[in-house]
Each structure stands twice: as structure tokens, then as C-alpha cells.
């Protein structure tokens, strides 16, 4: 019997899927896009320095000194930031502020103002902030090999509605690793009538940014994290960068102390330190090239990624021992789903992602490590098509 104490809307809700957190000895993990490397000592120094008797008092409430470096970065005033426990807090309080939820009791009648857009696929937790709210969805198909449909592309599908309140477009996209072009991003938000959030979680590791648009449009936010690119997932820090309107109307509905004190100190002293985490980015991007040459060469299909993980298609036949280097098997070969490499990778102990949708079923997402953690990759891999 379903609880009347809850809300039907919570009854029927699916929550979001974070990605496995195993304590297993050993394991390699490459199942959610954390960064292999370690924040920079000076930050761990800050940390570790702020943890006395100030952990009694209250942080800043409205994240100033942050928001102050983060304006100098990215050439703009405090006005035009808000920050988050994480992006994930700063997207959904998107939802909240510009969405109204769907007043099924009141009417039926769906209208823009209630549409959360987002493409598919893409970042599984829009669904699940819409459904939350109680707005409608409206998840719109990449094509077919994840690239971006243009406007006009768009416009002929009749899918896409141009007036959503929220569009929420993950660039470069995950789970594919696509980047898209800053130009193709721009004619999109020219097109739309809505707030657009550009989520830009991995764009560290690509190639563009379209930080410019945020600051050019009033109806544009661009959101990062410092969860990805600066090793910081445990301390939850994220933001937006936009149109001091926008920001403004997020600050009102914004928990009072919604960063602690501690992310906040790691977020700032990763800014004064950040040409320690500008060399992790290209250590990453090189093992990402080099690992994506390798799985080529054993069979897998890698998309090309802007991002720092990889989405691979494992081969599906694995050839029979008699045609295999060390003849280590009997059978007579057979065939692998993505499923089951996930599972054959796990059992020597390498932890990668696979997602149930149909779109992605016969892909691994396998975050970028450290060159050793791919080269062990590498080497399972090897083991499993032997
Ligand atoms: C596309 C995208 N946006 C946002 C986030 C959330 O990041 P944060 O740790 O800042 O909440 C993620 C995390 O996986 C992500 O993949």
C-alpha cells in the first residue's frame, strides 16, 4: 500500500542513478568521470589549514570571495555568477526558478512555460530534476552518431520547441563525448525563446568553449563544475555564469548556506593554482588519444571525445581459440555484449560504465585514468579476446 503521507508525484518517481562507489582493493575505476589525479598540495594546504575552530561559524553565504575569482577568470562581475553544491545543485535550481510545474489538477492544457528540453542522450539527471518539479519533458533525439541537429534540421524534425522554458544542452555532450561547435551552439540559442543552459561539466578537456555566450546573451547560462577537471567531486562546488537577471532570480530561491565552508576554500585556492591542473588536462587528453588508438586496434569502435572519458562499442565477437595468440580457451569463440564486457572487466577488477538505453546499450563509457590504469585496461582487454 502506497503511503498517503507522500505526494503521488514523489510516489512515482524514479531517482537519479549515481554511478558505483565500490570499496573493492585494487579496483580500477573508470565508471564516473573522476579526475585520476589529486588536487594540487596547495590545495589539499588550504583545506587542511581551515579546519579549526572557524568550522563552528557559518560560510559566506553568498560565496563572495569565489565569486569574485571566478568573475576575474572568466571576465565578468560577481553579478554574473551564482554557485552550487555541485552543478547538479545549480541545475536544479534552474527547473525551479524558470519552470513552472504542471498543474495537473487545475488543467490539462501542456504549454511551454512547463517544458524542460533537453537532448537524448545526454545527462541522465535532467529527466529526473523535471520529474521532480512536475514539469513535462520534452528529450529530443541526437542523431544517430550523437552529433548536434542544426536549426533548420531542428525546425524540419518538428520535434524541438523553440519557446521551452528550459533547454538544457550538455556540451560536450555524455554520454557520448561529442564536442559541439560554438558557432552550431550559438544559432541554437539565437533560435530559442527560453533560458538555455549550455552544461559544460567537461570542457576542460575539448577543444571550445562557449563560456562567450553567456555573457552575450541575456537568455544563457553556461554551467561547470569543479567536480571534473579540478579532482574536486567530494567537495561539491559548481556554477553558473549568466545575465545578472537570471542570477539574481536563482540567488532567491538559493539555500542560505548552500556551499560549505570547506568547498569553498578548495574552489578558491584551485584558482590561484591553476596551472598545476591545466597540465592534468593534457595529460588526460594524451592518455584519452592514446588509450582510443589502442581499443581501435583490439576491435572497439571509440567515438572521438572532447571530454575525459571515452564511449567505446566493444567487438561483439570474440574469435575462437584455435585462431587466438597462447590457444589459452577451447571453445569455439562467441559473442560479447556490451553487458557482458562489463562484467568480464569488472571480474579483473576495471570498473566501466554501461547504460540500459537503447541509443547507448552497446557502449562502455570508460572514464580517462592515469596512463597506467588505461595500459591495465589495455592489458584486460588483451586477456578478454585472448
Ligand atoms: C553533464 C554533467 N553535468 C553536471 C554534472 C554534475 O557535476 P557536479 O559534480 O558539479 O554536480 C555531471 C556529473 O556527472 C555531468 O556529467
Same mark, same amino acid.
Given at each position: ?191 530559442? %525563446? &527560453?533560458?538555455?543552459?549550455? #552544461? ?5 578537456? =575539448?577543444?571550445?568553449?562557449?563560456? *562567450? @555566450?553567456?555573457? /552575450? ?107 587466438? %595468440? &597462447?590457444?589459452?580457451?577451447? #571453445? ?5 555484449? =556490451?553487458?557482458?564486457?562489463?562484467? *568480464? @572487466?569488472?571480474? /579483473? ?38
Amino acid at each position: 500500500m502506497r503511503s498517503p503521507l507522500i505526494r503521488p508525484l514523489v510516489h512515482q518517481l524514479h531517482a537519479y542513478v549515481p554511478g558505483e562507489q565500490p570499496k573493492i582493493k585494487g579496483l580500477i575505476k573508470l565508471n564516473t568521470n573522476e579526475n585520476p589525479y589529486p588536487p594540487s598540495p596547495r590545495v589539499l594546504q588550504a583545506v587542511k589549514a581551515a579546519v579549526d575552530g572557524r568550522l563552528r561559524l557559518y560560510p559566506n553565504p553568498t560565496a563572495q570571495l569565489l565569486r569574485e575569482k571566478l568573475a576575474k577568470l572568466h571576465g565578468c562581475g560577481p553579478e554574473n555568477i551564482i554557485i552550487g553544491n555541485g552543478s547538479d545543485e545549480v541545475l536544479a535550481m534552474a527547473v525551479r526558478a524558470f519552470v513552472e510545474p504542471v498543474a495537473a489538477e487545475v488543467t490539462r492544457r501542456r504549454s511551454s512555460r512547463q517544458s524542460v528540453q533537453y537532448f537524448h542522450p545526454s545527462y541522465s539527471l535532467y529527466p529526473v530534476l523535471a520529474d521532480i518539479h512536475g514539469a513535462a519533458k520534452n528529450a529530443v533525439p541526437l542523431n544517430a552518431n550523437f552529433t548536434m541537429p542544426s536549426v533548420a534540421e531542428l525546425k524540419r524534425g518538428g520535434l524541438w520547441n523553440f519557446n521551452a522554458a528550459l533547454t538544457l544542452v550538455t556540451t560536450p555532450n555524455a554520454p557520448s563525448g561529442r564536442g559541439y561547435p560554438t558557432a552550431g551552439l550559438e544559432k541554437l540559442c539565437r533560435a530559442m %525563446k &527560453g533560458v538555455v543552459v549550455l #552544461d559544460e561539466a567537461y570542457v576542460d578537456f =575539448a577543444r571550445e568553449n562557449a563560456m *562567450k @555566450l553567456a555573457l /552575450k546573451y541575456p537568455h544563457v547560462l553556461v554551467a561547470r563544475t569543479f567536480s571534473k577537471a579540478y579532482s574536486l567531486c567530494f567537495q561539491r562546488v559548481g556554477y553558473f555564469v549568466g545575465h545578472p537577471e537570471l542570477i539574481a532570480a536563482l540567488d532567491k530561491i538559493r539555500d542560505s548556506y548552500n556551499v560549505n565552508g570547506l568547498g569553498q576554500v578548495a574552489a578558491v585556492a584551485t584558482l590561484e593554482d591553476l596551472k598545476y591542473y591545466r597540465a592534468n588536462f593534457r595529460k588526460i587528453i594524451s592518455t584519452r588519444e592514446e588509450l582510443s588508438r589502442a581499443l581501435t586496434l583490439l576491435g572497439f569502435r571509440v567515438l572521438p571525445s572532447q571530454t575525459n572519458f571515452i564511449l567505446a562499442k566493444p567487438p561483439g565477437k570474440v574469435p575462437p581459440a584455435s585462431r587466438r %595468440k &597462447g590457444e589459452r580457451r577451447q #571453445d569455439a569463440g562467441g559473442t560479447l555484449t =556490451a553487458k557482458d564486457w562489463l562484467q *568480464k @572487466l569488472r571480474e /579483473k577488477k576495471i570498473l566501466v560504465r554501461w547504460f540500459s538505453q537503447p541509443e547507448v546499450k552497446d557502449y562502455l563509457r570508460i572514464t580517462i585514468g592515469t596512463p597506467d590504469e588505461a595500459k591495465a585496461l589495455v592489458r584486460a582487454v588483451n586477456a578478454i579476446l585472448l
